[in-house]
């Protein structure tokens, strides 16, 4: 019997597949597992509801195996809507071999816009191998015949410890605008749960063994709260959006108990190309809370903050110091 058109499904402890192959198309779609965080953004935006969160398992509190997220490849429309998406570049999507995720290319989403810029000329060298161990998505290096640093911005995740690393060198404009709460008083005793599986060390463990929140680093991709033992809980709610002169009603779940939890994090807006479809208003209305006036962390203040270079790995083998205000 032909499998023509029939998606197959292959997964490993590091890595799943859908292939589908039709006539003229050949899609394949790939999940790193080893960069998955299980962040839940995937199966919130799936329009077939095909990609559900599969739970990390705790021992005295701590990872022992990462979350993630499994697909059920007869759902699967290869759409791409969770490439676009997804915070930490997890997955890709080929089509003829090429890569192409159809959503864009057919302007149901949008290009998302986040940016790494590095201005050599204010870079000093002396911290060249600082700034390349605390980039959290191994993308920066030294090339010496340019005598520069690259950066490899298709896998860049716009964490900005570069920034402060670099003591203003770096420049990152991150996708998400949000916030990031976290209420120490709330935690499990001896909870690192959230520590581990964060990607940025916005939440890390101190010197002292204390549970930290560099809230700079964030890229608000609320792991975190997806391994809290404090369990967010959510209601059903009815939204209603515009498009093409017709209302159209949507269900999306919103967070019941901010209060309790130890961890939180909102996304508020996303910077992003121009569109106006159905599929992406839909999606973004699930992904973000409605707090639009919101004002993001200024970034002059943080590359003065002391509390973000303490949270960088090896920062008291360097003499960075935090970036001082004109006039001082």
Request: hydrophobic share 35%; charged share 25%; glycine share 4%.
């Amino acid at each position: 019997m032909s499998q023509r058109g029939l998606a197959q499904k292959t997964r490993d402890e590091h890595t799943m597949t859908i292939h589908r192959g039709m006539v003229t198309r050949n899609y394949l779609m790939t999940w790193d597992l080893d960069k998955c965080v299980g962040c839940q953004i995937g199966p919130i935006v799936c329009p077939k509801e095909a990609l559900t969160h599969v739970p990390a398992v705790l021992e005295n509190n701590r990872i022992v195996k990462r979350p993630s997220v499994d697909v059920d490849e007869h759902k699967c429309v290869n759409c791409g809507m969770c490439v676009v998406t997804c915070p930490m570049h997890a997955i890709t999507l080929t089509v003829n071999g090429k890569p192409e995720i159809p959503v864009e290319v057919y302007g149901a989403f949008p290009e998302i816009l986040a940016k790494t810029i590095f201005r050599r000329e204010l870079f000093d060298f002396a911290l060249t191998d600082f700034v390349i161990e605390n980039c959290s998505a191994n993308v920066i290096s030294y090339d010496p015949e340019r005598d520069t640093l690259r950066i490899d911005f298709d896998h860049c995740i716009h964490c900005r410890q570069c920034e402060v690393a670099s003591q203003g060198a770096f420049e990152v404009r991150q996708p998400w605008q949000g916030s990031v709460e976290l209420h120490r008083e709330r935690c499990v005793e001896g909870c690192f749960a959230c520590a581990d599986i964060c990607p940025t060390r916005a939440l890390h463990i101190n010197e002292q063994g204390e549970l930290v929140l560099a809230d700079y680093y964030c890229i608000k991709c609320g792991a975190c709260m997806q391994v809290c033992p404090i369990k967010p809980e959510y209601k059903t709610e009815e939204f209603t959006f515009d498009y093409s002169g017709m209302q159209v009603q949507r269900t999306r779940q919103v967070l019941a108990n901010p209060d309790e939890l130890a961890i939180k994090v909102e996304r508020w807006r996303i910077n992003h190309t121009p569109v106006s479809s159905a599929a992406w208003i839909e999606a973004l209305r699930k992904l973000s809370d409605d707090k639009a006036a919101m004002v993001e962390i200024d970034r002059k203040n943080a590359l003065r903050r002391a509390d973000l270079i303490r949270a960088l790995r090896g920062h008291d083998r360097t003499t960075i110091r935090p970036v001082a205000k004109k006039g001082k």
